[in-house]
């Protein structure tokens, strides 16, 4: 008898619950969180729907919608020429199709963020992770998370700002340096509103995740969710962005495979 073939055996351990698939995306909609820039520079837009028919008179048979929204609202995709570091290479629509199956880690630093908002991984909080856990997985992607979806329900404690700004945590400058030149990963993934820092516009380089990322030809996730479900390493992650011809991003359906 011939063995069965990886995809028959894979398709085979999903209907029989072996391996779960874990949704890290956050419902997108008019409530959905967004990214507030100073008042000088351009916005993005909420998440919008404007109804064409629902089984009326304009089409009786069928119900959809025109929807209206920013490329980075919600749960989405950073492409590298998201930033101007990275403005000749890959829009969204360019990224290869096998970049967005790809394995993960998730370094859980939930802890510290609770005691500080402003936390920022650093590259010994990754060395750590790997003498515990192995190294990150060549070709995969490094997923912090830090409970932040929790307050994804409110776009007020989601962005978590005062008078100096808004307070969420992230990577240093020379852990982001570090993640996309020296690590084999080919993104970071993050529960906060933007791969950066809230802090990041006061950091040298300003937005060091997206300047050093984006142009290294390496790419973001963001406002993941159920982070907390996945195990260390061992999980593969599904990026599912729009192939937006020239886009810098899309909003994405982010799943993982977890194998019990």
Same mark, same amino acid.
């Given at each position: 008898?011939?063995?069965?073939?990886?995809?028959?055996?894979?398709?085979?351990?999903?209907?029989?619950?072996?391996?779960?698939?874990?949704?890290?995306?956050?419902?997108?909609?008019?409530?959905?969180?967004?990214?507030?820039?100073?008042?000088?520079?351009?916005?993005?837009?909420?998440?919008?729907?404007?109804?064409?028919?629902?089984?009326?008179?304009?089409?009786?048979?069928?119900?959809?919608?025109?929807?209206?929204?920013?490329?980075?609202?919600?749960?989405?995709?950073?492409?590298?020429?998201?930033?101007?570091?990275?403005?000749?290479?890959?829009?969204?629509?360019?990224?290869?199709?096998?970049?967005?199956?790809?394995?993960?880690?998730?370094?859980?630093?939930?802890?510290?963020?609770?005691?500080?908002?402003?936390?920022?991984?650093?590259?010994?909080?990754?060395?750590?992770?790997?003498?515990?856990?192995?190294?990150?997985?060549?070709?995969?992607?490094?997923?912090?998370?830090?409970?932040?979806?929790?307050?994804?329900?409110? !776009?007020?404690?989601?962005?978590?700002?005062?008078?100096?700004?808004?307070?969420?945590?992230?990577?240093?400058?020379?852990?982001?340096?570090?993640?996309?030149?020296?690590?084999?990963?080919?993104?970071?993934?993050?529960?906060?509103?933007?791969?950066?820092?809230?802090?990041?516009?006061?950091?040298?380089?300003?937005?060091?995740?997206?300047?050093?990322?984006?142009?290294?030809?390496?790419?973001?996730?963001?406002?993941? !969710?159920?982070?907390?479900?996945?195990?260390?390493?061992?999980?593969?992650?599904?990026?599912?962005?729009?192939?937006?011809?020239?886009?810098?991003?899309?909003?994405?359906?982010?799943?993982?495979?977890?194998?019990?």
């Amino acid at each position: 008898m011939r063995e069965p073939s990886v995809l028959a055996s894979l398709v085979s351990a999903l209907r029989e619950g072996a391996i779960d698939v874990v949704d890290l995306t956050a419902p997108l909609s008019a409530a959905t969180p967004l990214i507030q820039l100073p008042s000088e520079f351009g916005q993005t837009a909420a998440f919008e729907l404007q109804e064409i028919s629902r089984y009326d008179g304009r089409g009786p048979a069928w119900y959809w919608n025109n929807f209206r929204t920013g490329e980075h609202t919600g749960t989405h995709f950073d492409a590298p020429n998201h930033w101007v570091t990275g403005k000749h290479l890959a829009d969204v629509a360019s990224v290869p199709a096998g970049r967005l199956v790809a394995p993960a880690a998730v370094l859980d630093f939930t802890a510290e963020a609770e005691r500080d908002p402003d936390f920022l991984l650093d590259v010994d909080h990754v060395k750590a992770w790997e003498a515990e856990h192995g190294p990150l997985p060549d070709g995969g992607w490094l997923l912090l998370r830090t409970g932040w979806d929790a307050r994804a329900q409110s !776009q007020e404690e989601f962005l978590n700002a005062d008078d100096n700004g808004p307070h969420t945590p992230g990577l240093s400058p020379e852990c982001a340096r570090w993640v996309a030149e020296e690590s084999p990963v080919i993104g970071l993934g993050v529960e906060t509103v933007g791969t950066d820092a809230g802090r990041a516009h006061a950091l040298e380089p300003a937005f060091p995740c997206h300047s050093y990322l984006m142009g290294n030809d390496k790419y973001g996730l963001t406002q993941l !969710q159920n982070l907390a479900l996945l195990p260390p390493t061992g999980c593969v992650l599904i990026a599912g962005p729009l192939p937006i011809v020239t886009g810098s991003g899309s909003p994405a359906r982010v799943l993982a495979l977890v194998e019990h």
